[in-house]
């Protein structure tokens, strides 16, 4: 069965600090993952996507970066966090353009 | 540009009762539509799903019902459980394309 961890599980950072948050998929061989964003009571916002290691695509500009470094792991960054980055970043796991899996998600507050 | 709308925003219902969710698109290009279940603190679940090939997809007490000529579609809960109040989200997406949309979702609350 596949399994989907995220870290940290949540974080308190200052505006202007760097964030590194991760996700790592076990028991799927190249999967499709994919960053999401959810805003407290809000829906779900694309970030990234990546079909394969090394190769990242953009859904939308929020000031964050992501990398596929190996096949199972996929991360989420910036190097200058803003207030409006506070939420929720879920990371989900495809085998193709449909069905997605949520992982359990990292909640962000930025101070 | 909102290209899934769901009603009601939110939803109460008694324990037993039937539940209907609602959910419409705009992009006729939109061909899966999955429902999502979130509890609060947790990642979406993917409840149910339906190609528009189909009318009709059932899986115990979900249902969805979907009609492609309207571009509406909906998600009926029986026998409704106090388990069943979360949130639920519709999306759409054009096989393929990895950028499903979605919608801004239903609060179901389910009284005892």
């Known amino acids: 069965a596949q399994t989907i961890h995220q870290w940290p599980v949540a974080e308190i950072k200052a505006v202007g600090s760097p964030l590194s948050l991760g996700c790592t998929i076990k028991?799927?061989?190249?999967?499709?993952l994919y960053w999401y964003w959810q805003a407290t009571g809000g829906t779900l916002q694309q970030l990234f996507y990546s079909i394969t290691v090394g190769q990242v695509e953009s859904v939308v500009q929020l000031n964050l970066s992501a990398s596929r470094p190996k096949d199972d792991q996929f991360i989420l960054s910036t190097e200058k966090l803003l207030l409006s980055h506070s939420g929720f970043y879920l990371c989900?796991?495809?085998?193709?353009?449909?069905?997605?899996?949520f992982g359990p998600g990292t909640r962000l507050t930025v101070l | 540009q909102q290209q899934v709308r769901q009603s009601p925003q939110s939803l109460t219902v008694w324990e037993g009762e039937t539940a209907i969710l609602n959910c419409s698109y705009e992009?006729?290009?939109?061909?899966?539509f999955p429902w999502y279940q979130q509890f609060p603190g947790e990642g979406p679940a993917l409840l149910i799903s339906?190609?528009?090939?189909?009318d009709k997809k059932e899986d115990g007490r979900f249902t969805i019902f979907f009609n492609k000529r309207e571009k509406k579609l909906s998600l009926h809960i029986t026998d409704s459980q106090p388990g069943d109040s979360a949130t639920y989200f519709c999306a759409a997406t054009s096989g393929g394309n990895y950028k499903p949309t979605f919608g801004k979702g239903t609060s179901l609350v389910v009284h005892p």
């Open positions: 339906i190609r528009s090939v189909s």
């Open positions: 989900a796991w495809g085998t193709g353009g449909d069905e997605q899996y």
């Open positions: 028991g799927k061989s190249s999967p499709n």
């Open positions: 992009d006729s290009t939109f061909n899966y």
